[in-house]
């Protein structure tokens, strides 16, 4: 019981710190999370990593808000994410509002870009979290989906599988 307090709580501090400036997204516990525990306790940990990233994002607008060079900067000195990288998700986000999030993963772009964009760009704060839950859900769901089915498939069809299987693959995914 103890040890699926911490996770939640694990989850739930990543889901904030990586809504605001840290790099590696929540996806890599709870993937972990699935694989080693199973589905049920993975997707638990997803609401926790979500319920993070509403408040990152949140604090992230709120930075855009008040000083966007500010946040514009610090988020183009993280790996990986440079100037070009801030103003097309701004872009984006004056074109399309926060709903520009929800495709913000298949374009490899941070969260965190498009909350600050969607502060600076004077957007609703309530439509933020809106967008924020189906533009984070669905790839924590399906990653914690896909490493929970690993586990799953070891225990029940493949029992002559080492049991670290699926933390294997999960370290090759990562």
Not at 37 to 44: D, E, K, Q, W
Not at 130 to 136: E, F, K, S, V, Y
Not at 150 to 161: D, E, F, K, P
Request: aromatic share 10%.
């Amino acid at each position: 019981m103890e040890s699926r307090r911490l996770i939640n709580r694990l989850a739930l501090s990543w889901g904030v710190a990586e809504g605001v400036l840290f790099f590696v997204v929540p996806d890599v516990l709870l993937t972990l999370v699935a694989a080693r525990a199973g589905l049920r306790r993975g997707l638990n940990a997803t609401w926790w990593a979500l319920g993070g990233a509403v408040i990152g994002g949140l604090i992230a607008f709120c930075w855009g808000a008040l000083s966007p060079d500010t946040a514009n900067a610090a988020m183009a000195a993280l790996p990986a994410v440079d100037d070009a990288m801030v103003a097309t998700v701004a872009d984006q986000v004056a074109d399309s509002g926060p709903v520009a999030l929800v495709t913000a993963p298949l374009h490899g772009r941070p969260y965190k870009l498009y909350a600050a964009a969607a502060g600076a760009g004077d957007e609703s704060p309530l439509l933020l979290v809106l967008w924020t839950i189906p533009g984070r859900l669905w790839r924590f769901v399906g990653l914690v989906a896909l490493f929970g089915a690993i586990s799953a498939g070891r225990r029940r069809w493949l029992t002559q599988v080492p049991s670290s299987t699926p933390t294997a693959l999960w370290a090759l995914f990562w």
